[in-house]
């Protein structure tokens, strides 16, 4: 993780401080919204805590629904932050229970809005502590830098493991990506349950959403 002053998390935590709102969902690609606003997308396996993660850097727990049902979030939602940046829920992938055109609908849906985006700061793959890369994820990583956009990994559920765990998956994982063109050089360590890593997520998507 990065050093950001006091100053930046503050500015950060005050930013995401004003109320969140939904703004939409799209199941198809003409349905996006203009892309007039920065934005940042939060990508990765079905359960891994996109939605969660949301809710926590919002702090509104409701905002995006969450549950331990796989493929809860089905279409690609938009939440306005501080009213000038978009937060983008998008289809968890690998989800083994969905049938096949499911999937590619969803993939494709993903694939389409990653490519075209021109408002899109920077995604964040999200990873889960307990697990680092798996295969489903290699795809999505090759995806992204086919796309060229910018993306960051975060990993998520780090209260699941310990202090020692989460140092060793942070190395590997940083490593796994290392020599990917994409790939942004640090981590973010989370816990949407717990709440750490999480002020220091705020601050990574302010510093990405004012360049
Ligand atoms: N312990 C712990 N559990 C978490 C954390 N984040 C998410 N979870 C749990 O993981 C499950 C899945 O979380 P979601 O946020 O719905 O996952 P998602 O990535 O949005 O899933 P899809 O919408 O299906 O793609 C829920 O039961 C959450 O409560 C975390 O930081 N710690
Ligand atoms: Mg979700």
């Known amino acids: 993780m990065t050093d950001f002053t006091p100053e930046q998390i503050e500015a950060a935590r005050l930013a995401f401080a004003r109320p969140a709102v939904f703004l939409q969902g799209a199941a198809k690609i003409e349905q996006l919204p203009e892309p007039d606003l920065p934005e940042v997308a939060f990508a990765g ?19 995006a629904r969450a549950s331990n049902e796989p493929g ?7 939440f306005l932050v501080d009213e000038r940046i978009r937060l983008v829920d998008l289809p968890g992938y690998g989800w083994a229970k969905a049938s096949k055109v499911e999937t590619r609908k969803f993939q494709n849906l993903g694939r389409d809005y990653l490519r075209g985006r021109v408002n899109l700061k920077r995604v964040y793959l999200l990873i889960d502590a307990r697990h680092g890369v798996k295969a489903p994820d290699i795809e999505a990583l090759d995806a992204l830098d086919l796309a060229a956009v910018s993306y960051q990994i975060v990993l998520t559920k780090a209260d699941k493991i310990g202090p020692q765990e989460r140092q060793r998956v942070a190395e590997a994982t940083l490593k796994a990506v290392s020599k990917r063109p994409a790939a942004f050089p640090r981590l973010v360590l989370t816990s949407s349950e717990k709440g750490f890593g999480i002020p220091e997520l705020r601050a990574e998507v302010l510093l990405a959403c004012e360049t």
């Not at 359960?47 to 969660?52: I, R």
């Not at 809860?72 to 938009?78: A, I, K, L, M």
């Open 45 to 63: 396996r079905s359960n891994v805590g996109k939605s969660s993660l949301i809710n926590a850097l919002t702090g509104q727990k409701g905002l």
């Open 72 to 78: 809860r979030t089905r279409e690609v939602n938009f």
